[in-house]
Protein backbone atom coordinates (compact mmCIF):
# COMPACT_ATOMS: atom_id res chain seq x y z
CA UNK A 1 0.00 0.00 0.00
CA UNK A 2 2.96 2.77 1.02
CA UNK A 3 4.89 1.66 -2.29
CA UNK A 4 6.47 4.32 -4.41
CA UNK A 5 3.83 3.12 -7.37
CA UNK A 6 1.10 3.12 -5.63
CA UNK A 7 1.40 6.74 -4.39
CA UNK A 8 2.50 7.48 -8.16
CA UNK A 9 -0.84 6.06 -9.02
CA UNK A 10 -2.51 7.87 -6.91
CA UNK A 11 -1.33 11.21 -7.87
CA UNK A 12 -2.33 10.35 -11.22
CA UNK A 13 -5.53 9.36 -10.24
CA UNK A 14 -5.51 12.70 -8.84
CA UNK A 15 -4.90 14.42 -11.86
CA UNK A 16 -7.88 12.09 -14.19
CA UNK A 17 -10.25 13.44 -11.36
CA UNK A 18 -9.39 16.64 -12.16
CA UNK A 19 -9.49 16.22 -15.50
CA UNK A 20 -12.91 14.88 -15.30
CA UNK A 21 -14.31 17.43 -13.61
CA UNK A 22 -13.06 20.34 -15.60
CA UNK A 23 -13.55 19.36 -18.84
CA UNK A 24 -17.57 17.15 -18.32
CA UNK A 25 -20.05 18.97 -18.77
CA UNK A 26 -22.85 16.75 -17.32
CA UNK A 27 -22.31 16.77 -13.72
CA UNK A 28 -23.56 13.26 -12.97
CA UNK A 29 -20.73 11.79 -15.95
CA UNK A 30 -18.41 13.79 -12.87
CA UNK A 31 -19.39 11.73 -10.49
CA UNK A 32 -19.60 8.63 -12.31
CA UNK A 33 -15.91 8.91 -13.43
CA UNK A 34 -14.68 10.24 -9.83
CA UNK A 35 -16.75 7.22 -8.31
CA UNK A 36 -15.15 4.79 -10.79
CA UNK A 37 -11.88 6.28 -10.34
CA UNK A 38 -11.49 5.87 -6.64
CA UNK A 39 -12.93 2.33 -6.12
CA UNK A 40 -10.83 1.12 -9.28
CA UNK A 41 -7.92 2.60 -7.61
CA UNK A 42 -8.71 1.30 -3.92
CA UNK A 43 -9.87 -2.00 -5.55
CA UNK A 44 -13.23 -1.82 -3.73
CA UNK A 45 -16.57 -4.34 -3.81
CA UNK A 46 -19.13 -1.78 -4.47
CA UNK A 47 -19.56 2.52 -3.59
CA UNK A 48 -22.12 5.50 -4.28
CA UNK A 49 -22.67 8.69 -4.28
CA UNK A 50 -25.26 10.98 -2.66
CA UNK A 51 -26.73 14.06 -2.94
CA UNK A 52 -29.13 15.62 -0.51
CA UNK A 53 -32.28 16.89 -1.63
CA UNK A 54 -32.61 19.97 0.78
CA UNK A 55 -36.50 20.83 0.49
CA UNK A 56 -37.19 17.20 2.07
CA UNK A 57 -33.40 16.70 3.99
CA UNK A 58 -33.14 13.63 2.51
CA UNK A 59 -30.29 12.17 0.56
CA UNK A 60 -30.70 10.51 -2.88
CA UNK A 61 -28.01 7.91 -4.59
CA UNK A 62 -27.30 9.24 -7.93
CA UNK A 63 -24.75 6.32 -8.99
CA UNK A 64 -23.90 3.24 -7.62
CA UNK A 65 -21.49 0.58 -8.74
CA UNK A 66 -20.84 -2.65 -7.55
CA UNK A 67 -22.90 -6.22 -6.91
CA UNK A 68 -25.52 -3.96 -4.79
CA UNK A 69 -27.29 -1.46 -7.12
CA UNK A 70 -30.14 0.90 -5.55
CA UNK A 71 -31.02 4.57 -7.21
CA UNK A 72 -34.70 4.20 -6.30
CA UNK A 73 -34.34 4.99 -2.51
CA UNK A 74 -33.67 8.18 -0.12
CA UNK A 75 -32.05 8.45 3.45
CA UNK A 76 -33.07 10.46 6.06
CA UNK A 77 -30.00 13.34 6.56
CA UNK A 78 -28.25 12.77 10.15
CA UNK A 79 -29.06 8.70 9.81
CA UNK A 80 -27.00 5.85 8.86
CA UNK A 81 -23.29 6.04 7.40
CA UNK A 82 -24.25 8.15 4.77
CA UNK A 83 -26.49 10.72 6.67
CA UNK A 84 -24.09 11.24 9.63
CA UNK A 85 -21.55 12.13 6.92
CA UNK A 86 -23.57 14.32 5.65
CA UNK A 87 -25.11 15.59 8.49
CA UNK A 88 -21.46 16.25 10.10
CA UNK A 89 -19.43 17.08 6.95
CA UNK A 90 -17.17 14.87 8.69
CA UNK A 91 -15.73 11.43 7.19
CA UNK A 92 -16.27 8.45 8.52
CA UNK A 93 -14.24 5.48 8.59
CA UNK A 94 -15.15 1.65 9.48
CA UNK A 95 -12.15 -0.37 9.97
CA UNK A 96 -14.88 -3.25 10.96
CA UNK A 97 -18.58 -4.00 11.24
CA UNK A 98 -17.59 -5.59 14.52
CA UNK A 99 -16.72 -2.25 16.44
CA UNK A 100 -18.96 -0.67 18.42
CA UNK A 101 -19.16 2.34 16.80
CA UNK A 102 -20.32 1.43 13.72
CA UNK A 103 -23.88 3.67 12.98
CA UNK A 104 -24.85 0.90 9.50
CA UNK A 105 -25.26 1.83 6.48
CA UNK A 106 -28.18 1.25 3.72
CA UNK A 107 -25.52 -1.22 2.30
CA UNK A 108 -26.55 -4.09 4.72
CA UNK A 109 -30.30 -3.37 3.80
CA UNK A 110 -29.24 -4.41 0.47
CA UNK A 111 -27.41 -7.55 1.19
CA UNK A 112 -24.24 -6.29 1.10
CA UNK A 113 -22.06 -7.30 4.26
CA UNK A 114 -19.89 -3.72 4.69
CA UNK A 115 -16.32 -5.10 6.05
CA UNK A 116 -14.88 -2.14 5.77
CA UNK A 117 -15.98 1.56 4.20
CA UNK A 118 -14.80 5.00 3.82
CA UNK A 119 -17.45 7.42 3.55
CA UNK A 120 -16.38 11.21 2.64
CA UNK A 121 -18.52 14.13 2.85
CA UNK A 122 -19.05 16.50 -0.63
CA UNK A 123 -18.05 20.07 0.91
CA UNK A 124 -18.60 22.80 -0.86
CA UNK A 125 -17.50 26.62 0.51
CA UNK A 126 -21.17 27.40 2.02
CA UNK A 127 -22.71 23.39 2.58
CA UNK A 128 -22.26 20.00 2.59
CA UNK A 129 -23.99 18.55 -0.62
CA UNK A 130 -23.54 14.58 -0.02
CA UNK A 131 -21.18 12.14 0.04
CA UNK A 132 -18.89 9.57 -1.33
CA UNK A 133 -19.00 6.09 0.03
CA UNK A 134 -16.42 3.22 -1.10
CA UNK A 135 -17.60 -0.23 0.52
CA UNK A 136 -15.27 -3.06 1.14
CA UNK A 137 -11.84 -3.25 -0.29
CA UNK A 138 -11.13 -6.95 -1.90
CA UNK A 139 -7.89 -7.19 -0.36
CA UNK A 140 -9.68 -6.88 3.43
CA UNK A 141 -7.00 -3.93 4.35
CA UNK A 142 -8.48 -1.00 6.02
CA UNK A 143 -7.85 2.73 4.20
CA UNK A 144 -4.42 4.32 4.48
CA UNK A 145 -4.61 8.34 5.47
CA UNK A 146 -2.84 9.25 2.11
CA UNK A 147 -6.35 7.20 0.73
CA UNK A 148 -8.52 9.30 2.49
CA UNK A 149 -6.76 12.64 2.01
CA UNK A 150 -7.10 11.50 -1.71
CA UNK A 151 -11.27 10.55 -1.21
CA UNK A 152 -11.52 14.27 0.38
CA UNK A 153 -9.54 15.96 -2.30
CA UNK A 154 -11.85 13.81 -4.65
CA UNK A 155 -15.11 15.07 -2.95
CA UNK A 156 -14.23 18.57 -2.85
CA UNK A 157 -13.22 18.58 -6.88
CA UNK A 158 -16.93 16.77 -7.21
CA UNK A 159 -18.84 19.22 -5.01
CA UNK A 160 -17.11 22.09 -6.82
CA UNK A 161 -18.65 20.57 -9.88
CA UNK A 162 -22.17 19.89 -9.03
CA UNK A 163 -22.36 23.47 -6.92
CA UNK A 164 -20.83 24.81 -10.45
CA UNK A 165 -23.41 23.00 -12.87
CA UNK A 166 -26.42 23.88 -10.22
CA UNK A 167 -27.58 20.36 -10.08
CA UNK A 168 -30.10 19.18 -7.32
CA UNK A 169 -32.10 16.14 -6.84
CA UNK A 170 -35.52 15.25 -5.29
CA UNK A 171 -36.24 12.45 -2.92
CA UNK A 172 -39.45 12.58 -4.45
CA UNK A 173 -41.79 9.41 -3.81
CA UNK A 174 -40.45 6.31 -4.30
CA UNK A 175 -41.52 4.55 -7.73
CA UNK A 176 -42.79 1.16 -8.00
CA UNK A 177 -41.26 -1.81 -9.51
CA UNK A 178 -42.35 -3.19 -13.02
CA UNK A 179 -39.20 -5.66 -13.14
CA UNK A 180 -37.42 -7.26 -10.27
CA UNK A 181 -34.93 -9.72 -10.87
CA UNK A 182 -32.73 -11.68 -8.51
CA UNK A 183 -29.59 -14.09 -8.37
CA UNK A 184 -30.42 -14.36 -12.63
CA UNK A 185 -28.12 -16.41 -14.20
CA UNK A 186 -27.82 -17.85 -17.44
CA UNK A 187 -26.09 -20.80 -19.07
CA UNK A 188 -25.21 -21.83 -22.50
CA UNK A 189 -23.85 -25.64 -23.12
CA UNK A 190 -20.80 -25.28 -24.45
CA UNK A 191 -18.69 -28.62 -25.44
CA UNK A 192 -18.60 -30.69 -22.42
CA UNK A 193 -19.30 -27.91 -19.77
CA UNK A 194 -20.87 -24.59 -19.81
CA UNK A 195 -20.50 -20.60 -20.96
CA UNK A 196 -22.16 -18.67 -17.85
CA UNK A 197 -23.37 -15.44 -20.10
CA UNK A 198 -25.35 -13.50 -16.91
CA UNK A 199 -23.46 -14.29 -13.71
CA UNK A 200 -25.85 -13.51 -10.66
CA UNK A 201 -28.11 -10.69 -11.95
CA UNK A 202 -29.95 -7.94 -9.25
CA UNK A 203 -31.43 -5.63 -10.85
CA UNK A 204 -35.27 -3.52 -10.32
CA UNK A 205 -36.64 -1.83 -13.78
CA UNK A 206 -39.41 0.91 -12.36
CA UNK A 207 -42.93 1.71 -13.92
CA UNK A 208 -43.05 4.61 -16.12
CA UNK A 209 -39.46 4.91 -17.09
CA UNK A 210 -36.74 5.01 -19.99
CA UNK A 211 -34.10 3.00 -18.86
CA UNK A 212 -30.83 2.07 -21.55
CA UNK A 213 -28.82 -0.90 -20.75
CA UNK A 214 -25.33 -0.02 -21.94
CA UNK A 215 -22.16 -2.25 -22.78
CA UNK A 216 -19.61 -3.39 -24.73
CA UNK A 217 -20.48 -6.62 -26.96
CA UNK A 218 -20.70 -10.00 -25.27
CA UNK A 219 -21.25 -8.42 -22.12
CA UNK A 220 -25.05 -10.44 -21.56
CA UNK A 221 -27.42 -7.04 -22.47
CA UNK A 222 -29.70 -8.76 -25.46
CA UNK A 223 -29.55 -11.80 -23.07
CA UNK A 224 -30.51 -10.14 -20.16
CA UNK A 225 -33.08 -8.71 -22.46
CA UNK A 226 -34.41 -11.68 -23.51
CA UNK A 227 -35.04 -13.19 -20.69
CA UNK A 228 -37.18 -10.55 -19.14
CA UNK A 229 -38.86 -10.29 -22.73
CA UNK A 230 -39.78 -14.19 -22.62
CA UNK A 231 -37.81 -14.98 -25.14
CA UNK A 232 -34.96 -17.15 -23.33
CA UNK A 233 -34.70 -18.90 -20.19
CA UNK A 234 -32.85 -18.35 -16.97
CA UNK A 235 -30.89 -20.79 -15.60
CA UNK A 236 -31.08 -19.86 -12.12
CA UNK A 237 -33.01 -17.16 -9.67
CA UNK A 238 -36.14 -15.13 -10.01
CA UNK A 239 -37.71 -12.59 -12.37
CA UNK A 240 -40.66 -10.72 -11.17
CA UNK A 241 -42.57 -8.89 -13.54
CA UNK A 242 -46.17 -6.60 -12.42
CA UNK A 243 -45.97 -9.45 -9.48
CA UNK A 244 -46.21 -12.62 -11.39
CA UNK A 245 -43.04 -14.43 -10.95
CA UNK A 246 -41.83 -15.46 -14.40
CA UNK A 247 -38.87 -17.26 -13.28
CA UNK A 248 -40.01 -20.36 -15.02
CA UNK A 249 -43.51 -19.86 -17.06
CA UNK A 250 -45.25 -22.24 -19.11
CA UNK A 251 -44.94 -21.40 -22.76
CA UNK A 252 -48.63 -20.81 -22.82
CA UNK A 253 -48.16 -18.10 -20.23
CA UNK A 254 -44.89 -16.57 -22.28
CA UNK A 255 -46.76 -16.69 -25.36
CA UNK A 256 -49.66 -14.57 -23.72
CA UNK A 257 -47.48 -12.18 -22.04
CA UNK A 258 -45.33 -11.22 -24.91
CA UNK A 259 -48.32 -10.75 -27.35
CA UNK A 260 -50.13 -8.94 -24.78
CA UNK A 261 -47.83 -6.91 -22.46
CA UNK A 262 -44.73 -6.37 -24.68
CA UNK A 263 -44.27 -4.15 -27.62
CA UNK A 264 -40.86 -4.87 -29.70
CA UNK A 265 -38.30 -3.09 -31.44
CA UNK A 266 -35.74 -4.83 -33.18
CA UNK A 267 -32.41 -3.57 -35.13
CA UNK A 268 -33.65 -5.70 -37.93
CA UNK A 269 -37.32 -3.67 -38.73
CA UNK A 270 -38.87 -7.59 -39.75
CA UNK A 271 -42.06 -5.76 -41.86
CA UNK A 272 -43.92 -8.11 -43.74
CA UNK A 273 -42.72 -6.64 -47.67
CA UNK A 274 -46.38 -7.54 -49.22
CA UNK A 275 -48.48 -5.55 -46.72
CA UNK A 276 -48.16 -1.70 -46.60
CA UNK A 277 -47.18 -0.14 -44.06
CA UNK A 278 -50.30 0.53 -41.94
CA UNK A 279 -51.19 -3.43 -42.85
CA UNK A 280 -48.20 -4.59 -40.92
CA UNK A 281 -49.39 -2.38 -38.11
CA UNK A 282 -52.50 -3.54 -38.53
CA UNK A 283 -51.83 -7.37 -38.42
CA UNK A 284 -50.56 -6.86 -34.95
CA UNK A 285 -53.20 -4.89 -33.80
CA UNK A 286 -55.90 -7.62 -35.04
CA UNK A 287 -53.28 -10.32 -32.24
CA UNK A 288 -54.56 -8.63 -28.57
CA UNK A 289 -57.58 -7.46 -27.00
CA UNK A 290 -57.17 -3.48 -26.54
CA UNK A 291 -55.23 -2.07 -29.26
CA UNK A 292 -55.35 1.60 -30.44
CA UNK A 293 -56.26 2.06 -34.27
CA UNK A 294 -53.40 0.97 -36.63
CA UNK A 295 -54.23 4.75 -38.47
CA UNK A 296 -53.39 6.37 -34.39
CA UNK A 297 -50.38 4.46 -34.33
CA UNK A 298 -48.93 5.50 -37.65
CA UNK A 299 -50.00 8.90 -36.83
CA UNK A 300 -48.09 8.45 -33.48
CA UNK A 301 -44.78 8.11 -35.50
CA UNK A 302 -45.61 10.88 -37.76
CA UNK A 303 -46.28 8.75 -41.04
CA UNK A 304 -49.52 9.23 -42.21
CA UNK A 305 -48.64 9.98 -45.51
CA UNK A 306 -46.39 7.23 -46.06
CA UNK A 307 -49.64 4.66 -44.60
CA UNK A 308 -50.21 3.00 -47.86
CA UNK A 309 -46.48 2.64 -49.05
CA UNK A 310 -44.84 -1.18 -49.02
CA UNK A 311 -41.85 -1.63 -47.27
CA UNK A 312 -39.75 -1.46 -50.18
CA UNK A 313 -40.44 2.41 -50.94
CA UNK A 314 -39.64 3.10 -47.49
CA UNK A 315 -36.62 4.43 -46.00
CA UNK A 316 -35.01 3.04 -43.41
CA UNK A 317 -35.88 5.41 -40.99
CA UNK A 318 -39.27 5.01 -41.82
CA UNK A 319 -39.50 1.36 -41.45
CA UNK A 320 -38.35 1.51 -37.93
CA UNK A 321 -41.11 4.01 -37.20
CA UNK A 322 -43.36 1.26 -38.46
CA UNK A 323 -41.46 -1.04 -36.17
CA UNK A 324 -42.21 0.77 -33.57
CA UNK A 325 -45.74 1.97 -34.67
CA UNK A 326 -46.06 -2.08 -34.05
CA UNK A 327 -44.67 -2.11 -30.50
CA UNK A 328 -47.38 0.40 -29.59
CA UNK A 329 -50.74 -0.56 -31.47
CA UNK A 330 -50.75 -3.12 -29.18
CA UNK A 331 -50.67 -0.67 -25.68
CA UNK A 332 -48.02 -2.80 -23.86
CA UNK A 333 -46.83 -1.62 -20.31
CA UNK A 334 -43.24 -2.61 -21.65
CA UNK A 335 -41.39 -1.50 -24.77
CA UNK A 336 -37.85 -3.14 -25.47
CA UNK A 337 -35.98 -1.87 -28.07
CA UNK A 338 -32.63 -3.80 -29.22
CA UNK A 339 -29.91 -1.22 -31.06
CA UNK A 340 -33.01 0.18 -32.45
CA UNK A 341 -30.31 2.68 -34.43
CA UNK A 342 -27.65 0.52 -35.37
CA UNK A 343 -28.38 0.10 -39.12
CA UNK A 344 -28.89 3.90 -39.29
CA UNK A 345 -27.48 7.40 -40.45
CA UNK A 346 -26.79 9.59 -37.30
CA UNK A 347 -29.81 12.29 -38.94
CA UNK A 348 -32.10 8.99 -39.44
CA UNK A 349 -31.05 7.95 -35.59
CA UNK A 350 -32.09 11.46 -34.18
CA UNK A 351 -35.73 10.95 -36.02
CA UNK A 352 -36.68 7.32 -34.38
CA UNK A 353 -34.70 8.38 -31.12
CA UNK A 354 -37.65 11.59 -31.22
CA UNK A 355 -39.95 8.83 -31.81
CA UNK A 356 -39.14 6.78 -28.48
CA UNK A 357 -38.88 10.19 -26.37
CA UNK A 358 -42.40 11.23 -27.27
CA UNK A 359 -43.77 7.35 -26.21
CA UNK A 360 -42.02 7.60 -22.73
CA UNK A 361 -43.37 11.56 -22.22
CA UNK A 362 -47.03 10.90 -24.06
CA UNK A 363 -47.69 7.77 -23.27
CA UNK A 364 -46.16 6.65 -19.83
CA UNK A 365 -44.82 3.55 -21.04
CA UNK A 366 -41.68 1.62 -19.75
CA UNK A 367 -38.86 1.71 -22.53
CA UNK A 368 -36.00 -0.91 -22.02
CA UNK A 369 -33.79 0.17 -24.80
CA UNK A 370 -29.98 -1.55 -25.51
CA UNK A 371 -27.04 -0.15 -27.17
CA UNK A 372 -23.65 0.63 -27.27
CA UNK A 373 -23.55 4.03 -27.80
CA UNK A 374 -22.97 5.78 -24.73
CA UNK A 375 -24.37 9.22 -26.35
CA UNK A 376 -28.16 7.61 -26.74
CA UNK A 377 -27.59 6.73 -22.64
CA UNK A 378 -28.39 10.28 -21.87
CA UNK A 379 -31.60 10.52 -23.14
CA UNK A 380 -32.49 7.41 -20.42
CA UNK A 381 -33.76 7.97 -16.64
CA UNK A 382 -31.39 5.34 -15.40
CA UNK A 383 -28.36 3.81 -17.12
CA UNK A 384 -27.71 0.26 -16.74
CA UNK A 385 -23.92 -0.70 -17.41
CA UNK A 386 -23.70 -4.40 -17.54
CA UNK A 387 -19.59 -5.44 -17.64
CA UNK A 388 -19.10 -9.24 -18.24
CA UNK A 389 -22.40 -10.72 -17.34
CA UNK A 390 -22.58 -8.62 -14.52
CA UNK A 391 -24.69 -4.74 -13.42
CA UNK A 392 -21.91 -3.00 -13.00
CA UNK A 393 -23.27 0.13 -12.52
CA UNK A 394 -26.49 2.00 -12.17
CA UNK A 395 -26.52 5.75 -12.20
CA UNK A 396 -29.79 7.97 -12.54
CA UNK A 397 -29.69 10.91 -15.12
CA UNK A 398 -30.49 14.23 -13.54
CA UNK A 399 -31.54 15.97 -16.60
CA UNK A 400 -32.28 13.41 -19.50
CA UNK A 401 -31.26 14.91 -22.65
CA UNK A 402 -33.47 15.42 -25.47
CA UNK A 403 -33.04 13.41 -28.44
CA UNK A 404 -31.92 16.52 -30.66
CA UNK A 405 -29.20 17.47 -27.96
CA UNK A 406 -27.24 13.92 -28.98
CA UNK A 407 -24.08 14.24 -31.19
CA UNK A 408 -21.73 11.29 -31.74
Not at 284 to 291: F, G, M, N, Q
Request: hydrophobic share 40%; aromatic share 6%.
Amino acid sequence: MGSANYKKRMTEVLWELLDNVLNTEEPLNALFGSLELLAGLMNCEGGAVWLLDTETQRLVPVVSIGKVQFTDISVENGLGVEGIVTASGQSVVVESTLSGNYPGSIFDEYGLKVQNMLCVPLKSLADTLGCIQLINRRDGAGFSDEEQMLCRQAAALVAFAVEEQGCTVSAGEKKEVLISLRGVTKEFPSGEGVIRVLKGIDLDIYRDEFVVILGESGCGKSTLVNIIAGMDHLTDGTLIIDGKDFSSPTEAELTRFRREYLGFVFQQYNLMPNLTAQENVKYIAELVKDPMRAADAIAKVGLTDRAKNFPSMLSGGQQQRVSIARAIVKNPKIIFADEPTAALDYRTSIEVLEVFEQIVRDRGSTVVMITHNPEIARMANRVIKLRNGRVSSVRVNLRPAQAAELVW
